[in-house]
């Protein structure tokens, strides 16, 4: 519990910080969109890279619960991007909300599908 008390508190610095930086949108959430994409892909990675090295026990699972439940889970946010596409939704830009919502999960999926390539291929070496 405590390593994903700890790895979620700097996770949600970190986007916190990003968010901050970005200075907000009128348009598509660019920072949002960009946490939760780049989420994807280190996320992949990880659980490919431990579970290509061995069973969750031990350290593996030390890494995941800090580094993917904590850290990533506290780094990447689904109720912002929730709140995003209703606050389109609701300001009249439909288009613009089905945009975000279709981008953000096919991006997602498709990071993903590369972060689990990336880590075969470079553990496989």
Same mark, same amino acid.
Request: no cysteine; aromatic share 8%; charged share 20%.
């Given at each position: 519990?405590?390593? #994903?008390?700890?790895?979620?508190?700097?996770?949600?610095?970190?986007? *916190?910080?990003?968010? +901050?930086?970005? /200075? @907000?949108? =009128?348009?598509?959430?660019?920072?949002?969109?960009?946490?939760?994409?780049? @989420?994807?892909?280190?996320?992949?990675? !990880?659980?490919?890279?431990?579970? !290509?090295?061995?069973? =969750? #026990?031990?350290? +593996?699972?030390?890494?995941?619960?800090? !580094?993917?439940? @904590?850290?990533?889970? @506290? &780094?990447?946010? &689904?109720?912002?991007?929730?709140?995003?596409? *209703?606050? %389109? %939704?609701? *300001? /009249?830009?439909? /288009?613009?909300?089905?945009?975000?919502? %279709?981008?953000?999960? !096919?991006?997602?999926? #498709?990071?993903?599908?590369? /972060?689990?390539?990336?880590?075969?291929?470079?553990? %496989?070496?």
């Amino acid at each position: 519990m405590a390593l #994903v008390l700890l790895g979620g508190a700097a996770g949600t610095a970190l986007r *916190d910080a990003i968010e +901050r930086a970005s /200075g @907000g949108s =009128d348009g598509f959430p660019w920072a949002t969109f960009g946490i939760n994409v780049s @989420g994807a892909l280190v996320l992949a990675m !990880l659980v490919e890279a431990l579970a !290509l090295r061995g069973s =969750d #026990v031990g350290r +593996r699972r030390r890494w995941r619960l800090l !580094l993917g439940t @904590g850290f990533l889970g @506290g &780094y990447t946010t &689904y109720s912002t991007f929730g709140v995003e596409t *209703d606050t %389109l %939704l609701r *300001d /009249g830009r439909p /288009g613009l909300a089905m945009t975000y919502a %279709l981008a953000t999960v !096919l991006a997602g999926l #498709v990071v993903s599908v590369l /972060g689990i390539k990336v880590a075969r291929t470079e553990l %496989l070496r």
